[in-house]
């Protein structure tokens, strides 16, 4: 199956620092979704994006999907951004499209 | 907004119980997913669904079993509880080849 790697595996940041998270997977894929995992467990979906870049806000995400890898940017952390940052791929194995995730991002943000 | 609901939030639970999670959505996607996580780890697909009537194991081996009579509902049941069970459990749904949203989360606790 399509492999996902993220790095760094985690990061720790002074509030007010920018950062750079990467998504590297082994395969072409149809679609990629970056989300955020709070203290809480629940995940919330940041971007969804098969190629090209968006922002929202003081978070931006750039898909190069020909050389197969995502980077998520975070600018002025804030200490609402310490958790886990994690990658999905869809990947069209048989026509599934099933939603791999790789290993995650720990961020903590001191204040 | 999403709407996807997992019910209960936390549940603690004595060894050989059977149990049964609840998902559900309201936007009529046909995909439906459980994944679990252990603290701060990557999550693993234990069951999904193309849609009614249809379930398939993920790549994670679990004792645990699911059905999917109506579109709006995937819950998952446990016939009998271990420890080794422990872990959060996270529902997710999404159209064919489009984004994932995913549900609070149930995190069990069998003692």
């Known amino acids: 199956g399509i492999q996902v790697e993220q790095s760094p595996p985690d990061l720790i940041l002074q509030e007010g620092a920018n950062s750079t998270l990467r998504c590297n997977f082994s395969d072409s894929v149809n679609n990629l979704q970056w989300f955020h995992q709070n203290p809480w467990g629940q995940l919330i979906n940041l971007f969804y994006i098969p190629s090209g870049t968006k922002q929202n806000g003081r978070l931006s995400a750039t898909t190069v999907a020909t050389e197969r890898y995502s980077l998520l940017y975070i600018s002025s952390s804030q200490t609402t951004d310490s958790g886990v940052y994690f990658c999905?791929?869809?990947?069209?194995?048989?026509?599934?499209?099933?939603?791999?995730f790789g290993r995650g991002t720990s961020l903590i943000v001191h204040p | 907004e999403a709407d996807i609901y997992q019910t209960p939030r936390y549940l603690v639970i004595g060894t050989g119980k059977k149990i049964t999670l609840e998902c559900s959505q309201t936007m009529g996607h046909d995909k439906m997913y459980w994944y679990q996580q252990d603290p701060g780890m990557e999550l693993h697909l234990i069951h999904y669904?193309?849609?009614?009537?249809?379930?398939e194991k993920g790549d994670l081996s679990s004792e645990s079993t699911v059905s999917r009579i109506r579109t709006e509902h995937f819950p998952l049941t446990l016939e009998s509880a271990r420890p080794s069970h422990t872990s959060q459990y996270l529902c997710a749904s999404s159209e064919l080849g489009r984004q994932a949203f995913f549900g609070q989360g149930t995190r069990l606790t069998v003692v």
């Open positions: 999905a791929v869809l990947h069209a194995s048989g026509g599934s499209y099933i939603p791999t």
């Open positions: 669904s193309y849609g009614v009537n249809s379930t």
